[in-house]
């Protein structure tokens, strides 16, 4: 069965560092689809960036990067220079083409302290 | 730009009582999912649905039920409300399949939902 595992509960970085999530992913299909979402105070569920599970070729956008190895299976995400906007849990997310489940992680808490 | 629309937004129940949740998406999306959000164990998938007229158990259905009678709709429903049922409830819908492979889901805004 799927599963994602997000190790860190909560992280508390100060402004202007850098802060690493790991997301470590299971999977029996050879064909899957990752995610990183965002969940701001606010409460809403916005959507980062997706990855398919061919196309290894790791991405900056902005502040944001991901990191995603197939052979460790892990799907990690870095904020550089990180913002007080950037305060919320972010979820790592998995789905394959052969399932019709979409599963998250627990998130990770992340803080920034101005 | 409507998106994923779920009402209500926040709703206090008394427990026993029952209530529908209603989840609306415009998007012409196949797959639609309802999850449950409590702190610390993230989002976990209640039922799932890959069509009109289909439903699928998730990670914890019971106590819950649900319909997809129309494509856009996708209703979710508590028969005998329970304190433990105090959460977010979010609604998700997606593209699956080719040609473009599985998309990000697109959620509403959730409802916060407590059982008193």
């Known amino acids: 069965a799927q599963k994602v595992t997000q190790a860190q509960t909560e992280i508390s970085v100060v402004e202007k560092e850098d802060v690493t999530l790991d997301c470590v992913y299971e999977?029996?299909?050879?064909?899957?689809?990752l995610f990183w979402y965002k969940q701001p105070p606010s409460g809403e569920l916005v959507f980062l960036i997706r990855r398919n599970s061919f196309d290894e070729q790791n991405e900056i956008s902005g502040r944001y990067s991901w990191n995603f190895q197939k052979s460790t299976s892990s799907f990690n995400f870095t904020i550089t220079a990180s913002q007080v906007v950037d305060s919320a849990v972010y979820f790592c997310a998995l789905s394959e083409r052969g399932n019709n489940r979409l599963a998250f992680g627990k998130g990770n808490q992340v803080v920034v302290i101005p | 730009n409507a998106g994923v629309t779920q009402t209500p937004k926040f709703r206090v129940l008394k427990t026993g009582q029952s209530m529908t949740l209603l989840c609306a998406q415009d998007?012409?999306?196949?797959?639609m999912y309802w999850y449950r959000q409590d702190p610390g164990m993230g989002l976990r998938l209640i039922h799932y649905?890959?069509?009109?007229?289909?439903?699928a158990k998730g990670e914890v259905p019971d106590g819950y039920n649900v319909s997809r009678l129309k494509k856009q709709n996708f209703l979710l429903g508590l028969e005998s409300a329970a304190p433990s049922q105090t959460s977010v409830y979010f609604c998700?819908?997606?593209?699956?399949?080719?040609?473009?492979?599985?998309?990000?889901?697109?959620f509403g805004q959730g409802t916060r939902l407590t059982v008193v």
């Open positions: 649905s890959v069509g009109e007229g289909t439903t």
């Open positions: 999977t029996r299909d050879t064909t899957y689809y």
């Open positions: 998007m012409n999306h196949e797959y």
């Open positions: 998700a819908s997606s593209v699956q399949g080719a040609p473009r492979g599985n998309t990000e889901a697109f």
